[in-house]
């Protein structure tokens, strides 16, 4: 079994910044790319950013330029830094991991996706 635990969000200002943590627990033995999505009230959820196991990033043109992802892969943890919040970043944000081998060189079990439950992030104008 594969959880993502997501972190750090609640009320932030707009034109203040906030930062989101991810862990992902469980018999990890690879991830093939994390990133974040969020889902606005009446929306679809939608692509914020993404990181590859090795290191390539992209992000969604809304938060391009103010924001940065990062994944420190000894600790399984893909935070997301968030800048210059606007009142359209709020929205519920959910961890993914793409590609996802648990287990040991024995027996591996792989999981194509899996997600977080999700943190909840308010901009207050």
């Known amino acids: 079994q594969v959880q993502l635990v997501e972190s750090g969000g609640g009320l932030a200002q707009a034109g203040g910044s906030l930062r989101l943590s991810c862990t992902a627990s469980?018999?990890?033995?690879?991830?093939?790319?994390m990133g974040w999505y969020r889902q606005a009230a009446g929306h679809q959820r939608e692509l914020v950013a993404t990181?590859?196991?090795?290191?390539?990033?992209q992000y969604a043109d809304s938060v391009t330029g103010r924001s940065t992802i990062s994944w420190d892969n000894a600790k399984d943890t893909v935070s997301l830094q968030l800048s210059d919040l606007k009142p359209e970043d709020a929205a519920v944000y959910y961890c993914?991991?793409?590609?996802?081998?648990?287990?040991?060189?024995?027996?591996?079990?792989?999981?194509?996706?899996?997600w977080g439950q999700g943190t909840l992030v308010t901009v207050a104008s």
């Open positions: 990181i590859s196991h090795d290191g390539k990033s």
């Open positions: 469980g018999r990890i033995f690879s991830i093939r790319q």
């Open positions: 993914n991991a793409n590609g996802v081998a648990v287990g040991d060189i024995y027996k591996i079990d792989m999981y194509s996706e899996v």
